[in-house]
Nanobody, 113 residues
Framework: QVQLMESGGGLVQAGGSLRLSCAAS??????MGWYRQAPGKQRELVAAITSGGSTNYADSVKGRFTISRDNAKSTVYLQMNSLKPEDTAVYYC?????????WGQGTQVTVSS
């Protein structure tokens, strides 16, 4: 079992920045990532990172968002720069451990124009 605790969402103007954090309740999680879900849309992958540091990004956030992790703290971060109104969504942390997928409770990110 893995619990995920997210923090860092909020309201920001377009062009601004936010940093999301997600702390896991255990270590040795190979794959962690961030997903988002906007009203009326499906949940989509934003970015993911392995314990070795390999990353994957959605095309819509490449060059603006950076995912990183601190394995010692079992924490993954999402630095979001140059935010756009279309980035507005609930952002969910995800961890895959022993072939099970775990989700955080979600944190709201709202970007005003």
């Amino acid at each position: 079992q893995v619990q995920l605790m997210e923090s860092g969402g909020g309201l920001v103007q377009a062009g601004g920045s936010l940093r999301l954090s997600c702390a896991a309740s255990r270590s040795s999680i190979n794959l962690m990532g961030w997903y988002r879900q906007a009203p009326g849309k499906q949940r989509e992958l934003v970015a993911a990172i392995t314990s070795g540091g390999s990353t994957n990004y959605a095309d819509s956030v490449k060059g603006r968002f950076t995912i990183s992790r601190d394995n010692a703290k079992s924490t993954v971060y999402l630095q979001m720069n140059s935010l756009k109104p279309e980035d507005t969504a609930v952002y969910y942390c995800n961890a895959v451990f022993r072939m099970q997928s775990y989700w955080g409770q979600g944190t709201q990110v709202t970007v005003s124009s």
